[in-house]
């Protein structure tokens, strides 16, 4: 989350070079599947990739090129585990990753990359970048090389079920929302179909978005109650690519779940909560999960195709929509906002980039949290900014909370008159009780 | 033994050995490394996400709209000279007697192309591979990522390519040296291939298929 009054940026752990390098090798090595040798032997260094990165096209500095992001990642396989690995070491053809190069590619890894994926769209080998990315950030969060911003809070989080310590605990804001927005709260309930989770953020800072929601699950009747020991759906240890932690912060939710016998975790408007527990959970604790995972505008969608939501129909104002990478780009929860917005004949106008191909908001990945990127992450969002303006829709919207944060901060940078509004704020706004 | 000999005799039965060999445990050492298993719910059945890597295999040939503009240019140079190549070694008349002596098939049905379009077919192939390399010269992400692999592998195709054109046209010396160096660079081509990009010829579909395979299952974009 952006905040005014966070100014470090720095390395999560002071090691040793030669402890650096020995972590991010047996992190590495850890890694190498046939899966991550296929993408890495495939690229023939067309540097195509860059033509989709936001980064890239926002600086045209070549040293945003996402396979180049990767490069640590790659040179380590090529050293230690591909398929002429003892000659490379015998001749010295490939170097070692050294403590030095790892820290000049702490920037490429995590201030200059969201995760949005867009990268892997466009490889004409169908090279899955964005993974390779992903577990060179992994190597850098084990030689203690992930910004302290991310991992402080992925430590924290871990430990309380925070990432920071809240001005009060989250389950008395979340029963203040219920008090200020007149709906009851289901908090620590014994037993429910549903575990229920919310943004740090949008307690903080978006409450309406909260008591959206839970205003639609209680017009639907839904059985379902938040839990105070798993309340957060952020998973800090993803974006601070620590399995460790991010394992911890996973086994809690599913602990809670299991308590609860909820059958359904449903994840709210956050993109990477949604990845970090549709998608990594069941990996990460090398099970599958005794629960389905959906995301709120998909279980909402649900719900609309079994005639149980009925929605009414908004005014004629006109509307564009943000795809969050994680949702839709890699998530694959691509046509349930569009349900949602056509239920309620929301006159849509697309951006140029939409559904899969979308531009990144530029916070994702932890790129929010980061207060050295913020610089950058601005370059990448005034090009997003213009082509929304380009859409000339009267309002935004998106379904993601770290996309509004990353919007609500640009917008403010820039003066930009727009603020991000939240679609399920739209859909609780016009539930036909 | 002749220059000539060497190169169409054992050099090539040597270079031979190596590409296969070679190609071999480059595909077989990713194999080694072991698929992991997945846990996570399926958005997809497998079926639909068999569909979907078999797309990918063929939709990535064609860049998607969002990039075109971007990408056009490039991938236009690229699949020139890719193509061309192509249509030389397979559709070149001396070269299918190559293939058919060495593979020991008749093969009446392979057609080829006179001999003046493959040598058109040959110049502009050289003029594309001249323009790629420029920009892997000049295109700054282009630049930042090249390295030897990048180098060394046109180094060899443009030795291959133009004594093959110099043979063609009986230019530039003696005609059975100029033959023994375009065999010698083929030969070079053969034996640089499974330690180099070159693999991309053999990992361009399975590489395509897994990834949009595992798109599929999540339901993703690909």
């Known amino acids: 989350m952006t905040t005014a009054t966070q100014t470090f940026s720095g390395n999560a752990a002071q090691l040793a070079p030669s402890e650096r390098e020995e972590q991010a090798m047996a992190s590495f090595a850890q890694q190498f599947g046939a899966l991550a040798a296929l993408n890495l032997e495939s690229c023939i260094h067309c540097g195509m990739c860059a033509d989709a990165c936001h980064f890239y096209i926002a600086t045209e500095d070549p040293k945003y090129t996402p396979i180049l992001k990767a490069e640590p990642f790659k040179q380590a396989y090529r050293r230690e585990s591909g398929a002429f690995a003892p000659f490379f070491k015998l001749f010295g053809l490939k170097k070692k990753v050294t403590a030095d190069q790892l820290e000049d590619w702490q920037e490429l890894l995590f201030d200059s990359c969201t995760q949005c994926g867009r990268c892997s769209l466009i490889c004409p080998m169908g090279i899955e970048v964005a993974d390779l990315i992903e577990a060179g950030r992994r190597g850098m969060a084990e030689a203690g090389l992930a910004p302290r911003e991310l991992m402080d809070r992925a430590r924290h989080q871990a430990e309380t079920g925070a990432p920071e310590a809240p001005s009060r605990p989250y389950v008395e804001i979340l029963a203040d929302i219920g008090r200020d927005h007149g709906i009851e709260i289901p908090i620590d309930k014994p037993k429910a179909d549903i575990l229920v989770l919310a943004p740090r953020s949008d307690l903080e800072q978006s409450p309406a978005a909260v008591a959206a929601m839970i205003k639609v699950l209680s017009a639907l009747k839904a059985n379902y109650s938040f839990r105070s020991d798993a309340l957060v759906a952020e998973n800090y240890g993803y974006y601070a690519a620590s399995r460790g932690l991010q394992r911890k912060i996973t086994r809690r939710v599913v602990d809670a779940a299991k308590k609860l016998g909820a059958s359904l975790v449903l994840v709210p408007e956050c993109g990477h909560a949604y990845t970090a527990l549709r998608w990594q959970a069941a990996e990460i604790i090398g099970e599958p999960l005794p629960f389905k995972v959906r995301h709120i505008t998909e279980y909402l969608a649900g719900q609309l195709a079994d005639g149980k939501l009925k929605l009414g129909q908004v005014d004629g104002s006109s509307y564009t929509f943000h795809d969050p990478c994680q949702l839709v780009r890699k998530g694959g929860v691509m046509d349930a906002p569009r349900a949602l917005m056509d239920a309620m004949g929301v006159n849509l106008k697309e951006l140029e980039n939409k559904k899969g191909f979308s531009f990144c908001c530029g916070g994702g990945g932890g790129v929010n949290d980061i207060e050295r990127a913020r610089p950058l992450r601005y370059r990448a969002q005034e090009m997003k900014l213009r082509e929304i303006d380009a859409t000339g829709a009267e309002h935004f919207m998106t379904s993601c909370s770290d996309c509004r944060i990353a919007f609500n901060d640009a917008a403010e940078h820039f003066n930009w008159n727009k603020r991000p509004e939240s679609l399920v704020e739209l859909v609780a706004a016009n539930i036909k009780e | ?222």
């Open chain 2, 1 to 222: 033994m002749t220059l000539l000999e060497f190169s169409r005799g054992p050099m090539l039965h040597a270079a031979l050995v190596i590409f296969v060999f070679g190609v071999l445990w480059r595909l077989t050492t990713v194999l080694l490394l072991g698929w992991r298993k997945h846990y996570s719910e399926a958005r997809n059945p497998t079926a639909r996400a068999v569909t979907g890597g078999l797309i990918a295999v063929g939709n990535r040939s064609w860049p998607h709209p969002e990039f075109i503009g971007r990408t056009a240019f490039g991938e236009a140079v690229g699949y020139g000279y890719h193509i061309g190549l192509f249509a030389i070694v397979l559709l070149g008349a001396p070269h299918v007697v190559f293939w058919k002596n060495l593979f020991g098939i008749n093969a009446s049905w392979w057609y080829t192309l006179p001999s003046g379009i493959i040598s058109v077919i040959s110049i502009v192939t050289i003029f594309l591979m001249l323009i790629a390399t420029i920009r892997r010269m000049r295109h700054p992400p282009l630049r930042r990522i090249s390295n030897f692999d990048d180098w060394f592998s046109l180094v060899i195709l443009y030795v291959l390519m133009i004594s093959g054109v110099m043979a063609v046209f009986g230019i530039g010396g003696r005609y059975e040296i100029i033959l023994a160096i375009h065999i010698i660079s083929f030969n070079a081509l053969l034996i640089w291939f499974p330690f180099s990009k070159l693999m991309h010829a053999f990992y361009i579909f399975p590489s395509r298929f897994i990834n949009g395979y595992m798109h599929e299952k999540k339901g993703a974009a690909s």
